[in-house]
């Protein structure tokens, strides 16, 4: 069977799979946010240094 | 063979282009069907293009110290005409139209293509077991990972197949498996080389590097990469280099061996004539943390549109794919926040240091089909513990080098990473050639 021809609500994930995955992220995510609760206030989402970037780089 | 061993004997004529490739290609006819490092072997091209640059050579081009050497491209860095599958089967049939600016680098300055190095799917994963490509094997012990995801590209350099592969490291995608096989890899300065061209996994992670057998030829490959230069100091003296050891986290959950064998390389750097200093990291779990989150969404926002095909995936990289989706949108945002305060946090330490010595992964290389191993008396799983020490490196966007620091009682290697501030590759370079030496 050509894979275009595959029923997609056939091949999504099962309940359970979907259960342990959200399980998973969410631990991961309870110790960002647990992390960013003692961030400065006005804390600022992360600037890359490029090797253009006239500050940072050559 | 080192690329700088090679070079000079090509510029004295004691060796031809044409005669090291057909090295390279014979170990690769022996070997791959064991080791299964390659996914593509470009030989009749690479043996074309040798003999040009030979015909160069003798006609008085000289395109310096990669003229002649062979070079092995992960599977995921777009190489004009030549299939370029990123380990998937979303791609199995894709031949880019042109090389990645790196690439055209890479050629330009005479290396010489001799084929494209299999990865772990996507290169989301570190142990390199390919569902679409076959299960890529450690020459140490073939019954071992070789690490991932730029797995082929560490057999290949471990095993003589070529003398330069260039990696893609987005949570120690060149350091496991330099670490693995008993290589040299750098992740240079986020952004340092030019990621364009390249199969991307996570935009904001994502680094390009080289993996080579020793420390001096990582330079030589990173000068051309990057278009910086690195001038290595004759001699292995390290005085007035600070070298700070962590106090916390990177020899926790660490097994015995490796912190032993990075203990020991800290030693050599003193008796070289490095300081020595205790110095504590922030919350790398913390960070960590962040990074997966960060991983997780960006991974999810390049392939989603795939994942109504279940068949076209492996398990493992389909469950963290469908992980993606699930990351909430203040949770990325907060990832991103404390990336931020920790990176502003980690470099600090590099007005106390010059560079941190830590270990490269926290194991030897785990068994083949192994997905728990036994850590300090508990059971962990090996995604996590083989990134627990590099990983966040990746979110701070800071140079890593991975290099070998000695071998377990079983023969196996172990990994030293050494981190410096940004853009101070050539404090990485300096510090590994010298201990290198000794």
Redesign the interface.
């Known amino acids: 069977m050509a894979t275009d021809d595959i029923p997609l609500e056939k091949s999504g994930p099962s309940e359970e799979e979907t259960a342990r995955w959200r399980d998973l992220v969410e631990g991961t995510a309870a110790t960002v946010r647990k992390a960013a609760q003692s961030l400065p206030p006005g804390a600022q989402m992360a600037v890359l240094f490029h090797a253009d970037d006239e500050v940072t780089g050559k | 063979m080192t690329i700088a061993e090679a070079s000079a004997r090509i510029h004295t004529r004691e060796l031809t282009c044409a005669a090291l490739v057909d090295g390279c290609l014979e170990k690769i006819e022996e070997l791959n069907p064991k080791l299964n490092a390659f996914i593509t072997v470009t030989a009749s091209s690479a043996r074309e293009r040798a003999r040009e640059l030979d015909r160069e050579l003798s006609s008085g081009r000289d395109r310096g110290p990669l003229h002649g050497i062979p070079i092995a491209h992960k599977d995921l860095v777009h190489t004009r005409g030549v299939r370029t599958t990123s380990g998937s089967?979303l791609f199995r049939n894709f031949v880019p139209e042109k090389n990645a600016p790196v690439v055209d680098r890479l050629e330009e300055a005479g290396a010489v293509l001799v084929g494209k190095t299999g990865l772990h799917e996507l290169a989301y994963g570190i142990t390199s077991e390919n569902p679409h490509f076959g299960i890529i094997r450690n020459p140490h012990d073939p019954e071992r990972v070789p690490g991932g995801s730029s797995g082929g590209s560490g057999v290949a350099i471990a095993a003589g197949m070529a003398l330069l592969a260039t990696g893609t490291d987005t949570g120690g995608s060149i350091r496991i498996p330099a670490s693995f096989c008993g290589i040299a890899g750098i992740k240079a300065?986020?952004?340092?080389?030019?990621t364009a061209g390249i199969q991307p996994l996570g935009l904001?992670l994502d680094h390009c590097g080289p993996m080579a057998s020793t420390v001096p030829d990582n330079a030589i490959a990173l000068e051309v990469m990057?278009?910086?230069s690195y001038t290595l100091p004759p001699g292995a003296d390290l005085s007035g280099l600070r070298v700070g050891l962590p106090a916390n986290f990177f020899f926790e959950e660490v097994a015995p061996e490796v912190v032993e064998a990075v203990r020991a390389a800290a030693k050599r750097a003193e008796a070289l004539g490095a300081s020595i200093h205790s110095v504590e990291t922030p919350?790398i779990?913390?960070l960590n943390?962040?990074a997966?989150?960060i991983l997780?969404a960006e991974a999810s926002a390049l392939h989603r549109s795939h994942l109504?095909?279940?068949?076209?995936f492996g398990s493992d990289v389909?469950?963290l794919l469908?992980?993606g989706l699930?990351?909430?949108g203040a949770?990325y945002?907060?990832?991103?926040?404390?990336?931020?305060?920790i990176?502003a946090e980690f470099r600090k330490l590099f007005r106390a240091v010059d560079c941190i010595f830590a270990p490269s992964t926290a194991t030897v290389a785990p068994r083949i089909g192994e997905r728990e191993i036994l850590m300090n008396g508990r059971m962990a799983d090996v995604r996590l513990a083989t990134t627990r020490v590099a990983r966040g490196i990746n979110?701070l966007?800071l140079p890593a080098l991975a290099m070998p620091c000695g071998k377990n009682a079983a023969g196996l290697p172990i990994g030293l990473q050494i981190i410096a501030d940004?853009?101070r590759e050539d404090v990485l370079f300096r510090t590994g050639a010298a201990l290198e030496s000794r």
């Open positions: 089967l300065t986020y952004g340092l080389v030019d904001s990057a278009g910086r919350d779990e913390a943390a962040a997966r989150i997780l109504t095909r279940r068949e076209l389909f469950a469908n992980q699930m990351v909430a949770d945002v907060d990832a991103q926040r404390v990336r931020r305060c990176t979110a966007g940004a853009y």
